[in-house]
């Protein structure tokens, strides 16, 4: 079997151009197939990251998320209250109250508006995400109207030059400072003063409480004594998981989209590869009846066409996985359907993926190979022999 495809390989090199294209078609597919699960798998990290496990987020029942959300100062009192709250140093409770909105912003490259995530905080809101980290200027003073923005704005949107402004809420805001969240959500957000957004939006209610956990196990004990509360109509999650769930739907979506149109794709492929092997069997009638005549069986003879028809897949998976492993240098921004903001993120690769990418390309190897091979293995030596 050794020498059969030792065989079989010499065949492939020596139809070096066919054997390229063939390949070539199994890796762009492949290639297209990576890239949707790095994008997919890329959302899913960037938000399920976002929020921490020490974090609880208190917001209206059935909001979903902050947008949707209000939380009166009342409320917010309450839940405060029952929430025995992780304490900083000085004695005061990490636990900060936030307002979430949308605005619309111009972006850079298009000069199209898109929406943007506007977060009113507190100085503790800081301590509760240390990932957030000042990279250029400095924080708002509070109670002005200046603003922090994180990375991908400042890439992504026109006016976020620290010194310049934007103008939302009928007032222009100063940038002041740039921050990054390690491409978490964060980033794609800009941070200021609640309580003055809050007098210039003329909202009078946050969107969420944010505390941090006294204790890993807490949870579970915070939740009940605020659901228990009958002035209380809110929901508490714990803040990963938030983030996880704004994730599922968009996620989804890449996915399903992403296959449909790699299933596509790889028919093209996978009949490429059948031509190539029909090919191959058409032109090597003889070698195949000599080596019946030899004393190899039929299986032999199966095995060997599909193992061409493997490798074809295989090299071309190693291809496109190869080429696919550059887009994580590459950050992409989109619309998240559940917030309707901007959101940017990278690509991301793990061994799902390469896994994924690799055993997928081999299956378009035994689905072009495999009819081909049989056809191969069917052959009459005689008739093999007299037809050469």
Excluded: C
């Excluded at 492939?12 to 798998?41: I, K, P």
């Excluded at 917010?76 to 912003?105: C, F, P």
């Excluded at 897949?313 to 917030?339: C, E, K, Y």
Aim: charged share 20%; no cysteine; net charge positive.
């Amino acid at each position: 079997m050794g020498l059969l495809l030792q065989y079989s390989l010499r065949n492939l090199l020596r139809r070096r151009l066919t054997t390229s294209l063939t390949a070539l078609g199994m890796g762009l597919v492949v290639f297209v197939f990576a890239a949707v699960l790095m994008l997919s798998n890329g959302l899913v990290k960037t938000l399920v990251t976002t929020g921490s496990s020490d974090n609880a987020v208190v917001l209206r029942k059935s909001a979903g998320v902050e947008v949707q959300s209000m939380i009166t100062h009342e409320d917010a009192d309450i839940i405060e209250s029952h929430s025995n709250a992780k304490t900083d140093v000085d004695g005061r409770k990490l636990s900060a109250r936030e307002m979430v909105i949308l605005v619309s912003l111009p972006k850079k490259i298009t000069g199209k508006p898109a929406n943007v995530t506007i977060r009113g905080v507190t100085d503790k809101s800081y301590k509760l995400r240390p990932v957030v980290k000042l990279t250029e200027g400095r924080l708002p003073r509070a109670g002005s109207t200046e603003i922090v923005i994180g990375k991908s704005i400042a890439k992504g949107f026109k006016g976020t030059d620290i010194g310049q402004s934007l103008r939302f809420a009928m007032q222009d805001w100063v940038v002041v400072g740039i921050f990054d969240a390690e491409n978490r959500g964060f980033s794609s957000e800009i941070w200021g003063d609640v309580n003055v957004l809050s007098q210039f939006f003329k909202r009078n209610v946050y969107s969420s409480v944010i505390f941090k956990l006294n204790g890993g196990n807490m949870f579970d004990s915070a939740k009940e004594r605020i659901l228990r509360d009958p002035r209380l109509k809110v929901d508490v999650k714990r803040e990963n998981l938030y983030y996880e769930e704004q994730s599922e739907m968009m996620s989804k979506f890449l996915t399903i989209l992403g296959i449909s149109l790699t299933l596509i794709f790889s028919l093209g492929a996978i009949i490429g590869a059948m031509i190539t092997m029909y090919t191959a069997t058409a032109t090597r009638t003889a070698e195949i009846g000599t080596l019946r005549a030899l004393g190899f069986g039929r299986l032999s003879i199966l095995t060997a066409f599909i193992s061409e028809s493997l490798f074809l897949g295989g090299v071309g998976g190693i291809a496109g996985l190869f080429f696919a492993s550059f887009l994580q240098f590459f950050t992409v921004s989109t619309m998240n359907w559940q917030t309707f903001s901007e959101l940017a993120f990278t690509f991301s690769i793990n061994f799902e993926v390469i896994l994924s990418g690799f055993a997928f390309s081999l299956i378009m190897g035994l689905a072009g190979g495999v009819l081909p091979a049989i056809k191969a293995a069917r052959m009459n030596i005689v008739d093999s022999l007299r037809n050469a």
